[in-house]
């Protein structure tokens, strides 16, 4: 007991975790294993070496005189042992294996594996017992992988070394299990080509894992293809049972043949030709992506390279695809909420994992190699190595990456050599940490040093796949740094293309303008770049967005907050983006005011202002220009710049809808009449009241970015002026009015358009309230009364505008209704304009406001049944279309359907209309026949990058039904 107690002493200063039970394994030994404990001491599990050298001495006593006796030899096997429990037990049974990790080499393990079945390597039928040929072929495997694992652990071999062993292991293995399958099954009329794909055929597969392949078969000459076919499908099934099938020894793995073309549902063998069709009509993007790793494993084997070199061709143009990016992108988000619970901790799938890095890799030499053979790698540190010498990946990214590659396989290997079982997930269990971290050469705190390198090389590993995977244009497209080299144009131009932009070259001209130089300045723009050219190819116009992008930056730039706002405020930088690259209108509001780049860091800066607020600020700003009339309105216009772009942003966000938008504009448009009237009535002040009344859209708080200012002018000579006095002051005000707010400035116009009046263009701009009172008595027509349901008081004096719009009442809210001959002329003016008003050229069905179901349609609905009903429904007294519907379906006169309808009918063409002066930067009434321009526009409404051809039909569909509702309600039919 005392001699125990004493052992188990030194066994903990050694560093056994159960010195106790150690010390009863060794007293069980002694003195076999007496001298061998510090080297069992140094393994990465001790207690688990000790305990599985122990059982191999029961089994076979001299294993401890051939360790002492031979180092090298008891550096490979103590390093199995401390790590492979699973090697350790195969090596129990076997320990005439042993021998095997003496030899510094093994013979080929094709020619080894075939000779374990009893197979000639020349002639590979076997000649043994199926049964016996599969356990021969386990054990076989299995000593090479012990072989391998002992040169890897002791570091007798390198990563890159280790991954392409064990791929050319499964593929001797495969070769093996192909031999036994013919032993079965009659393949003389078939030519089967075993194809690796994954980590196989990219020679870099795990100790443990699936073996993807493919298979292609042809028949021999003179053979009928079907039969071939079905014996080499016979053949291929029975290669995969005889890797699967369970016996004494186990099995190896499984053989996965789902990448095949139709995955599961496909047939399991294709002819050449057969595969080639089904890549060039439906193969998906992931497809290609899997292709870039086939390579000939088994099987015959010119017939295997004749199908790499045939996909070849496919998989380098595979980029070229419409949105090829995006769908790769789109795989990798599917892949990863697929890990859940594991995430975290799930070094292959998890967040900073493998698939994060092979994910990136891939995608890039996707995009390039069509154009750079150099990039052709299937290996992930070969390509990896490739991207960086071609300036694609710079090179400290490329090392970090690396580093984390070969950081993260090794601990993958580590994890299966355990159990050899399949896993990629980290334990939680400390003795597991442990023996990771001393497997990694971690003596101090391996579990605490392990898992701060482990957390280091993911994030770093996560960081780099967010640059390099999501914004694949890197620093490499802009200028690099002194120590790269630049990425060539062509390259470049390549890269750009794919991305989505129409104008690679010119994207380049913007890049090196924003990136050259060594200015604190350039080299922010070089740290953003990559991520907002990533974000400029997520909008509708990736190459307008950037040149904004460069403008702004040219005005701003050496404005200290500017940069600091975007590097800084990743919300605000994605949102210009996405305003860049969705929005010229928007873009140009923000050439002349960049200063507003500001207001995008939240949701709440883009929220409307309420109209008495923004009347205080404009009346302010006119009061600091004193007499200066012209700069106190350009100041107000400035004020209205900065609103339209702040409800421009809104709306391209979707923080706003077309009722809120038309609102936003309308009342903005009273409070720059309000600010500009106050300043252009000075001088005129005490000779009369004057207002402006609102009509058409601006009446009815439903203007779009471009619409005039619909008004009337009306005025009321003050007490003691001569009426002609009055008058000649109200005319100078309203042309004033007028003047100021079209001059030529940076800031958008806004057209004062009083051709509704009274006799149009003929008649008196302004009018007294007597004039107009007596004119509409006398002469009104029914097309002016409908025009009046918009009127309301916009800007001026309000209680002479409260005047006016109590006088019109009795002429647009007409006792009685409208009788039947009044409702004739206004359908026959309907007609009319439906006839006569449409542009030349212009499709009837895609014109958003004189079309079939469009705006105008909708709109004289309502004031149809406004003029009809108001008098007696008070609810139908408002300007607005929307609430007249609304009204008169909760009055009745429409059925809760047919509101709807026209309601969202109105609605959609109404944000058309907006969205093509936001897209385009200038009015436009028609659904665009351009496909890139219409494709914009269902960017801009919500639409998918596909969507253009939806968004056409339902617009089609909406507005038929909606003009289905107006021949029913509005002219009877």
Same mark, same amino acid.
């Not at 967010?466 to 620093?475: A, G």
């Not at 860049?580 to 002349?592: C, D, F, I, K, W």
């Given at each position: 007991m005392p001699r125990i107690e004493s052992t188990a002493a030194r066994l903990a200063r050694l560093g056994f975790a159960d010195a106790a039970r150690a010390a009863g394994l060794v007293e069980q030994s002694a003195p ?18 000790? /305990? ?55 013979? &080929? *393990? ?13 002639? *590979? ?139 599961? $549902? ?10 080639l069709a089904y890549y060039r009509r439906w193969a998906k993007t992931w497809e290609f992506q899997a292709l870039l790793k086939a390579r000939p494993v088994a099987g015959d084997m010119d017939l295997g390279q004749s ?24 795989? @990798? ?87 050899? @079982? ?14 990771? #971290? ?192 012209? $700069? ?54 005490? +000779?009369?009241?004057?207002? +402006? ?69 003929? #008649? ?41 719009? $109590? ?33 030349? #050229? ?12 469009? /705006?105008?349609?909708?709109?004289? +609905? ?11 429904? *008070? ?41 093509l002066m936001l897209v385009k930067g200038r009015p436009g009434d028609s659904v665009p026949r351009d496909v890139r321009e219409r494709r914009f526009v269902a960017r801009t409404l919500g639409y998918p990058p596909d969507?253009?051809? &939806? ?23």
């Amino acid at each position: 007991m005392p001699r125990i107690e004493s052992t188990a002493a030194r066994l903990a200063r050694l560093g056994f975790a159960d010195a106790a039970r150690a010390a009863g394994l060794v007293e069980q030994s002694a003195p076999a294993l007496d001298d061998l404990l510090d080297a069992l001491a140094d393994t990465a599990d001790p207690d688990q070496a000790l /305990l599985s050298l122990t059982r191999l001495a029961e089994r076979d006593p001299a294993v401890p005189g051939l360790l002492r006796s031979d180092a090298a030899l008891r550096g490979r096997v103590l390093a199995v042992l401390g790590v492979s429990a699973a090697l350790g037990d195969h090596l129990v049974r076997h320990p005439g294996q042993l021998a095997l990790l003496a030899e510094p080499e093994l013979d &080929d *393990p094709r020619t080894a594996l075939l000779r374990a079945v009893g197979a000639d390597p020349a002639d *590979p039928l076997p000649r043994a017992s199926r049964e016996d040929a599969l356990s021969a072929l386990r054990v076989g495997y299995r000593g090479h992988l012990m072989h391998l694992a002992a040169r890897d652990l002791t570091g007798e071999a390198e990563l890159l070394a280790v991954m392409a062993e064990l791929s050319d292991l499964a593929g001797a293995a495969l070769e093996a299990a192909l031999a036994v399958a013919r032993a079965e099954v009659d393949d003389a009329d078939v030519r089967l080509a075993v194809i690796g794909m994954g980590k196989c055929g990219a020679r870099e597969l795990n100790y443990i894992s699936d073996v993807d392949v493919v298979f292609v078969a042809e028949p021999r000459e003179g053979a009928d293809e079907a039969k071939a076919l079905r014996a080499a499908t016979r053949l291929a099934q029975a290669m995969m049972r005889a890797c699967t099938a369970p016996t004494p020894e186990g099995a190896l793995w499984e053989v996965d043949a789902s990448l095949r073309p139709e995955g599961r $549902s496909g047939p399991l063998v294709r002819t050449l030709a057969s595969h080639l069709a089904y890549y060039r009509r439906w193969a998906k993007t992931w497809e290609f992506q899997a292709l870039l790793k086939a390579r000939p494993v088994a099987g015959d084997m010119d017939l295997g390279q004749s199908y790499v070199q045939a996909v070849d061709d496919l998989v380098w143009t595979a980029a070229t695809r419409e949105h090829f990016v995006e769908d790769v992108q789109a795989m @990798r988000r599917r892949v990863e909420e697929h890990v859940r619970a594991e995430g975290e901790r799930q070094i292959k799938l998890g967040p900073g994992g493998l698939r994060d890095i092979e994910f990136a890799v891939q995608l890039l030499q996707l995009v390039h190699g069509r154009l750079d053979p150099l990039l052709r790698r299937r290996g992930t540190l070969p390509a990896l190595a490739a991207l960086s010498r071609g300036g694609y990946v710079g090179r400290d990214d490329s090392r970090a990456m690396a580093e984390a590659y070969a950081f993260l396989r090794g601990v993958e290997h580590l994890l299966q050599l355990h159990r050899l @079982r399949r896993t990629h997930v980290l334990p939680q269990d400390p003795a597991a940490l442990r023996r990771l #971290g001393r497997a990694l050469g971690l003596q101090g705190d391996p579990v605490g040093e392990f898992t701060a390198r482990w957390r280091r090389h993911a994030r770093e590993a996560r960081r780099l796949h967010e640059k390099l995977f999501y914004r694949p244009l890197l620093q490499a497209v802009a200028r690099l740094p002194e120590s790269e080299s630049r990425l060539s144009a062509s390259a470049a131009a390549a890269r750009l293309e794919a991305l989505g932009y129409v104008d690679p070259a010119g994207a380049l001209r913007h890049i090196a303008a924003l990136t050259s130089g060594v200015s604190r300045r350039a080299a922010i723009q070089r740290t953003l770049l990559p991520v907002m050219l990533g974000w400029f190819a997520d909008t509708p116009d990736p190459d307008a967005a950037l040149l904004g992008f460069r403008q702004v930056s040219d005005r701003l730039g050496a404005t200290p907050w500017y940069l600091r706002l975007l590097r800084d405020e990743t919300a605000v930088a994605a949102r210009m983006a996405r305003v860049l690259g969705t929005s010229r209108y928007a873009t140009g509001l923000l050439m002349h005011a960049p200063e507003a780049v500001a207001m995008l860091g939240s949701d709440a800066d883009l929220a409307v202002r309420p109209a008495a607020s923004l009347l205080n600020e404009a009346r302010t700003a006119v009061s600091r220009h004193g007499g200066d009339v012209e $700069s106190a309105v350009a100041a107000v216009r400035a004020l209205r710049r900065r609103e339209l772009f702040r409800t421009a942003v809104a709306d391209v966000s979707g923080l706003a809808d077309i009722e809120t938008v038309g609102e936003a504009l309308s009342r903005l448009n009273d409070v720059t009449l309000q600010a500009t009237l106050d300043a252009a009535l000075r001088p005129v002040a005490g +000779v009369t009241r004057f207002a +402006v009344v609102a009509m058409g859209r601006l009446g009815g708080l439903e203007c779009s970015y471009a619409s005039d200012a619909d008004v009337m002018f009306v005025h009321s000579p003050c007490p003691g002026v001569a009426e002609r006095e009055a008058a000649e002051a109200a005319f100078a005000a309203a042309n004033e009015l007028r003047r100021l707010l079209a001059l030529p400035a940076p800031d958008p116009p806004l057209m004062v358009d009083p051709d509704l009046r009274p006799e149009g263009r003929q #008649g008196p701009l302004v009018r007294t309230l007597a004039s107009y009172r007596a004119y509409y008595a006398r002469w009104s027509s029914p097309w002016e009364a409908q025009a009046l349901l918009r009127a309301r008081f916009s800007a001026g004096d309000e209680e002479l505008g409260a005047e006016f719009t $109590s006088m019109i009442d009795e002429l647009r809210y007409p006792r009685g209704g409208l009788g039947d001959d009044a409702v004739r002329e206004i359908r026959r003016l309907k007609a009319r304009m439906e006839a006569e008003r449409l542009p030349r #050229g212009a499709d009837p069905a895609l014109h958003t406001k004189l079309g079939p179901g469009g /705006l105008s349609d909708v709109e004289w +609905v309502a004031q149809l049944l406004q003029l009809r009903h108001a008098a007696d429904l *008070p609810s139908l007294r408002t300007t607005r279309t929307l609430e007249a519907l609304r009204a008169a379906a909760a009055e009745g006169l429409l059925s809760e359907r047919d509101e709807e309808v026209l309601a969202g009918a109105w609605r959609f063409a109404s944000r058309v209309r907006d969205a093509l002066m936001l897209v385009k930067g200038r009015p436009g009434d028609s659904v665009p026949r351009d496909v890139r321009e219409r494709r914009f526009v269902a960017r801009t409404l919500g639409y998918p990058p596909d969507g253009s051809e &939806d968004f056409l039909d339902d617009y089609r569909r909406v507005t038929r039904r909606a003009r289905q509702v107006v021949e029913r309600v509005f002219y009877g039919d």
